[in-house]
């Protein structure tokens, strides 16, 4: 047993008898019985709940070195009411890959942080989960990104729009060396969502899209996301280039804020002059605000 599992165990033992001292057995329509001393569930009472053997569960609860799957510490978590960071916990000290509920994908961002990225204007913010769909965006972001070319696709997700999109217009520039990037951080990604219907039918509509980029996903490299240096286009007032840096968010697992900061002066330059452009030709209204494209 290596020694990151020695400490992990202990700890575990630890967790589970505080998470089974809180639940009562009213909480889970079980008569209190007489000279109850243990506070909370007995161990045979989560065993029972949870459809999993007694001494199974007492020897979980032991820290003991046994195999435990997803199912069962699904279970067990149901048993003993862990809310979704507690349930993710008790998977991490048990050394079980994680995997997220598909309903759990974040799809949209609350007025808070929507709020955050508005104030970050001039600079360009977007809101992505991992598997970049669009969440929300800034007026900078769709100063630079939602163009004709981009809207026409239809579809909330870089990825889509960048393989999707004819390489003239893409606004990407050295597709060859940012969508490979790309392509390796979604897959990073994927690890914890294999089998999972929604990713699996993305994969697979957008393979059969872009022959680009099913070359890119068989290669099978994988990297977590970071700052870049990337050079974008727009039509109106050409190249520039822009350091992308990611922030999480509290709440909202596998989702980002990725803010893009003018690299030099002649981006900032051409920045302010998009804004400019936006604010002559829509000048913002009162509680108005520019929604990005949905399904």
């Known amino acids: ?13 630890a967790f589970l008898r505080s998470r089974r001292a809180r639940v009562t057995p009213a909480d889970v329509g079980m008569p209190p019985g007489l000279r109850r001393r243990t506070p909370g569930l007995r161990r045979e009472e989560v065993a029972q709940l949870s459809g999993v053997g007694v001494t199974w569960y007492t020897w979980l609860e032991q820290g003991r070195p046994i195999n435990a799957s997803p199912q069962v510490l699904d279970a067990v978590a149901r048993t003993l009411r862990l809310d979704p960071p507690e349930r993710e916990h008790l998977y991490r000290l048990a050394e079980v890959p994680f995997d997220p ?31 970049y769909d669009v969440l929300a965006t800034n007026p900078a972001y769709r100063d630079l990104f939602v163009v ?37 951080t979604l897959r990073s990604a994927y690890g914890r969502h294999v089998g999972e219907p929604a990713w699996e039918e993305y994969i697979r509509a957008l393979s059969a899209a872009s022959p680009y980029f099913a070359l890119l996903w068989e290669s099978g490299e994988v990297t977590p996301p970071g700052p870049r240096v990337k050079t974008f286009r727009h039509h109106g007032v050409g190249e520039m280039r822009m350091t992308s840096q990611s922030l999480s968010i509290d709440g909202m697992p596998e989702c980002r804020i990725v803010v893009y900061t003018p690299e030099d002066e002649e981006a900032r330059t051409k920045v302010a ?17 520019a929604e990005p494209i949905r399904r």
């Open 1 to 13: 047993m290596g020694t990151t599992t020695q400490r992990r165990r202990p700890e575990l033992a």
């Open 101 to 131: 509920a598909p309903e759990g994908m974040a799809r949209r961002t609350g007025p808070e942080v929507q709020g955050i990225i508005d104030a970050l204007d001039p600079l360009l913010a977007v809101v992505y989960n991992s598997r």
């Open 148 to 184: 004709p070319e981009t809207l026409r696709i239809g579809v909330p997700n870089v990825l889509w729009t960048l393989f999707t999109v004819p390489e003239e217009t893409c606004p990407v520039v050295h597709r060859e060396r940012e969508l490979p990037v790309m392509v390796a």
């Open 273 to 289: 002059l998009l804004r400019e452009r936006r604010q002559r030709l829509w000048p913002p209204t009162d509680g108005e605000a």
